[in-house]
């Protein structure tokens, strides 16, 4: 006699959690129950977080209308704790009330937030819209404000990049930790594209403090680890990003960071129903070494989840998840960015675009992640990628072509197929 559905729980909306609903409710609608948990009660584009602190637009999609159309059920509620030995999640509704979710699959996508170290504490981050739009609102209230961004990571670039062009009469300084030297290794830029955001950064008159580690900051000062001290009136911290510490405090394998460990086919160390995805995740592939906290790797982690969770509901062994990396996008502003393409291990080739053709570019990706999610017309290519990209474009259009639909599942493992 058949059991009933395997349910399938979803922990997160974001980039990674919201594709693998999608991606489930194509594969398993008729033979699986799917939920999504996410504290938020709608998705907007996170990686236009830095246009929202510009004051631009974003829209807002609501969870409820997009999960009830794919037969997914939503849960509004703040996930406290997972409990992988019991397969039992606990979670808190808005209106105070604490729930189990008992689940059978469990795909962890909780991403990541920017965490302020000790003395840092008091200042604003792009952590979600609410803080962006205060950003925005500071911004409006001060006349030639002086803005301090901490941290020159690709989101503190852009950040940078978008204010000083929204507000030219406001002093904008990027401090970091570190100096953007030309490297040939995973993450790295090449010379000319350095040169690219320097000029840039020169131009929108953005004061870029390298080596510049901020130890401190209160009463509108910020000190910096060699004694010197830069005011300011808003702070942002642009650096930092950790996972969710849900992962950990279950009792799952981690990395240094927090991260999940996961085995080749995204599933916990120890934990074959239990897998990883997106920012919460440690991925490593081999034909791409160890992925970066992005949507770029989000995106393909949720469609390697979806190949694993049909494997499983077909009693198989589930496929090696695979990726490449094919290029890095940088926004300078709405007309110019920086597109540095890369070889699949994340390592800066010399080929580069800017200006109009760059932003061009990253805007369609933005757009394509957008209709990837079933929120978006699927968005015109406005340029040719070079052809050296063509491997690994088409290694990751692969990817998408392994799962079977439901209708090919196998029942011996007493799933019903509807
Ligand atoms: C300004 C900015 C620009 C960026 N630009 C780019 C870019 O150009 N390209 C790129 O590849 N990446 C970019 N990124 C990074 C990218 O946004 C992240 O890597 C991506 O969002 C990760 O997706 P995710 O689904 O893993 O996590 P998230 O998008 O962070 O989603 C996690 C979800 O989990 C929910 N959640 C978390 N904890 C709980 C809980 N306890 N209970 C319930 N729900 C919970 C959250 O509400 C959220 O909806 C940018 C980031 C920022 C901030």
């Known amino acids: 006699m058949a059991r009933s559905q395997p349910r399938i729980l979803i922990l997160g909306g974001g980039y990674a959690g919201l594709h693998l609903a999608r991606l489930c409710a194509t594969h398993f609608s008729r033979i699986a129950s799917i939920t999504l948990i996410d504290a938020s009660d709608h998705w907007c584009e996170r990686i236009r977080f830095h246009q929202l602190a510009a004051g631009q637009e974003l829209p807002r999609y609501a969870y409820a209308q997009i999960l009830s159309s794919l037969n997914v059920e939503f849960v509004q509620a703040q996930v406290e704790s997972i409990q992988p030995k019991e397969r039992s999640v606990t979670a808190r509704s808005s209106n105070g009330n604490l729930q189990a979710i008992d689940y059978d699959y469990l795909v962890l996508a909780l991403g990541s937030r920017i965490v302020a170290p000790p003395g840092l504490q008091s200042m604003l981050t792009l952590n979600d819209a609410a803080q962006a739009e205060i950003i925005h609102d500071r911004l409006k209230a001060i006349s030639k404000p002086k803005v301090l961004l901490v941290g020159a990571g690709l989101s503190g670039l852009e950040c940078a990049f978008e204010l000083a062009e929204t507000y030219p009469e406001a002093r904008i300084t990027l401090a970091d930790s570190g100096r953007l030297r030309p490297m040939n290794q995973p993450g790295g830029f090449s010379r000319e594209a350095i040169q690219y955001l320097q000029a840039a950064a020169e131009r929108l008159g953005i004061d870029w403090r390298s080596d510049s580690r901020a130890i401190a900051s ?22 930092g990003f950790r996972p969710s510490p849900l992962i950990s405090a279950a009792g799952l394998e981690v990395d240094e960071r927090g991260c999940a460990l996961v085995e080749t086919d995204l599933s916990c160390k120890g934990y074959p129903e239990v897998l990883a995805i997106g920012d919460c995740a440690a991925i490593s592939t081999a034909s791409s070494g160890p992925l970066r906290m992005s949507c770029a790797a989000a995106l393909p982690a949720a469609m390697g989840a979806v190949n694993t969770l049909v494997a499983r509901l077909n009693g198989e062994l589930a496929p090696e998840f695979a990726f490449h990396y094919v290029f890095r996008n940088v926004s300078i502003g709405r007309h110019d960015g920086l597109i540095q393409f890369v070889s699949s291990h994340d390592i800066p080739m010399s080929e580069i675009w800017t200006g109009r053709k ?18 978006g017309e699927e968005p015109l290519m406005p340029h040719e990628p070079p052809q050296n990209i063509f491997p690994g474009l088409l290694a990751m259009q692969k990817l998408y072509e392994t799962p079977r639909r439901s209708g090919e599942m196998r029942t011996e493992h007493g799933f019903t197929t509807g």
């Open 218 to 239: 209160g009463n509108e000062v910020v000190t910096f680890a060699d004694g010197t001290t830069e005011a300011f009136d808003l702070c942002v911290l642009t650096a």
């Open 358 to 375: 760059a932003a061009e570019w990253k805007d369609f990706i933005c757009k394509c992640t957008v209709a990837e999610l079933g929120l």
